[in-house]
């Protein structure tokens, strides 16, 4: 009997420091305070409680539960006492000597804002820093090489912004030494940063990506502008690319007949497709296509075989495909690539459109423009609707 009460005991006690030690990913009550608007994003919620704001990035893995909360508190702010607050995912203490708010629950990420010295580790939010004139705040990225945006490439050159070597193991070393006060990272399910979660420096996890919507994943740009002091400047790209999306939209709504859409191309003997429920599957049926290759539930790159590619999408009407070459493909080189892409129709009929990103910044500007990649695949789908558009991304692929 005793060693059954024992065995109790035992067991509940794990049960209550599992519950403590995953406290900061379970879904908690909302708390206190006025909502910010959020139209499309399904990740995000964000409650404006005076003395600072609690940030809940939602999991997108794990519906039920909570990815990340920050409480983003003005920096300089004279109110109350200091707390100590876990920094990371594995429930470490970062000491915070300044004086904060009262009522921030003690589960959260405590972020000085604006930040001043950020580490960013991929070039899309690098690229969103500049349009939204916070590239001054940017300390460090990763992988420079992939960096094309001329003003990036300005302040590399000038030492200014350093590389800290790659996104998946950058160095941690050199991120500490550059003062750096956030690092913005692309997570992934189960994802552990390793070292970096020991340095106390807040990991802001950029999930955008796994968004259902275009506008949704355009949407971050409110909390990325609140963390560099450029709310502003965030809210009004946001509206923009909101109404010039939303005015496309219906300018294909009455269009009764969508053309059969097939995307990218074969990878070894894998054939990566956005799902129908990622970002890009959705963003293509909202220019009109008829999208039905990749299955609706899948919300991110969907790998499939060759097989249910020929099966799905041998007849499609239009084919656009994304690579990364030093020179442009044409109908020839495509096919030295793969001959089975002469089974498809779009190549026969010369109906391929492409975008090489290795010579156009489509990763790093279509994430938060949006609207111009669906004016993009508009034009091809229906170039009678936008007859003197020049489209930025893909242009048809040379005999």
């Known amino acids: 009997m005793r060693h059954s009460l024992r065995q109790s005991t035992f067991f509940l006690f794990v049960v209550v420091s599992f519950s403590l030690l995953t406290g900061c990913h379970s879904n908690v009550g909302k708390p206190e305070g006025t909502p910010v608007k959020m139209e499309y994003s399904r990740l995000l919620d964000i409650v404006d409680c005076g003395s600072y704001r609690l940030v809940t990035i939602n999991d997108p893995w794990k519906t039920d539960r909570v990815l990340h909360r920050y409480a ?36 959260v990420t405590v972020v000085k804002v604006p930040l001043e010295r950020i580490c960013v580790s991929t070039s899309v939010h690098t690229a969103l820093m500049q349009k939204l004139g916070a590239l001054g705040r940017v300390a460090s990225i990763c992988e420079s090489k992939y960096m094309l945006n001329p003003a990036v490439q300005a302040e590399i050159k000038k030492g200014r912004i350093k590389d800290v070597g790659s996104g998946l193991n950058p160095s941690v070393e050199m991120i500490a030494q550059l003062r750096t006060d956030a690092l913005l990272m692309s997570p992934f399910e189960g994802a ?15 999930a955008d990506y796994m968004e259902t919507s275009a506008l949704g994943r355009a949407e971050w740009m409110k909390f990325y502008g609140m963390l560099v002091g450029c709310e502003a400047e965030a809210n009004a790209l946001f509206e923009e690319v909101r109404d010039n999306y939303n005015s496309l939209k219906a300018l294909v709504a009455k269009e009764k007949k969508h053309p059969k859409l097939l995307a990218d191309l074969l990878s070894g003997n894998t054939w990566y497709m956005p799902g129908g429920g990622s970002c890009y599957g959705a963003l293509y049926k909202d220019a009109g296509a008829d ?18 590619v020929l099966l799905g999408g041998r007849d499609a009407d239009v084919w656009i495909i994304k690579y990364s070459r030093p020179e442009n493909f044409t109908y020839a080189s495509l096919l030295q690539e793969n001959t089975i892409y002469s089974e498809f129709v779009p190549f026969r009929e010369h109906h391929i459109y492409g975008c090489n990103a290795l010579l156009t910044p489509f990763y790093e500007e279509v994430p938060f423009r949006p ?7 508009i ?7 936008l007859p003197d558009y020049k489209a930025v991304y893909y242009s048809p692929l040379l005999v």
């Open 291 to 308: 999208y039905n290759i990749a299955s609706d539930k899948a919300s991110g790159s969907q790998p499939l075989s060759l097989e249910s």
């Open 379 to 385: 034009s091809i789908l229906y170039p009678n609707l």
């Open 192 to 206: 552990s940063y390793g070292l970096l979660e020991k340095t106390g420096i807040p990991i802001i996890e950029c």
């Open 371 to 377: 609207d111009i990649l669906l004016k993009d695949i």
């Open 72 to 107: 983003l508190v003005e920096r300089n702010s004279s109110k109350q006492e200091s707390i100590s607050s876990p920094s990371q995912k594995d429930g470490s203490h970062e000491e915070v000597s300044d004086k904060l708010p009262d009522g921030i629950p003690p589960e």
